[in-house]
């Protein structure tokens, strides 16, 4: 698993199905496994979503996303993870 804090989830899936389609790798850390397994047997997956406040600023919205991303890869520690 590789777990990615973003804020254009659309764009992110975007340029993965892009990737999945093109034959090319999404991100480096996965290189070896996507071209000896194929993009095709790898997923996007969306694991929880965030809504920006009406006040809140990017900086601050970034951050938050970043502590969500913390929390997840505390829940998925015993996984194997790139």
């Known amino acids: 698993m590789l777990i990615k804090a973003e ?6 899936r975007n340029r993965f199905e892009f990737s999945q389609k093109a ?6 850390k996965l290189q070896n496994d996507w071209n000896k397994y194929g993009g095709e047997h790898f997923v996007f997956e ?9 006040t809140q ?12 991303k913390e929390i997840w ?4 520690s015993d996984k194997d993870l790139y």
């Open 46 to 54: 969306v694991l929880e979503e965030l809504e920006m406040g009406e």
């Open 7 to 12: 804020i254009d989830l659309r764009g992110s």
């Open 73 to 76: 890869l505390e829940k998925l």
């Open 57 to 68: 600023t990017l900086k601050e919205f970034e951050a938050d996303i970043d502590v969500l």
């Open 23 to 28: 034959g090319s790798c999404i991100d480096m």
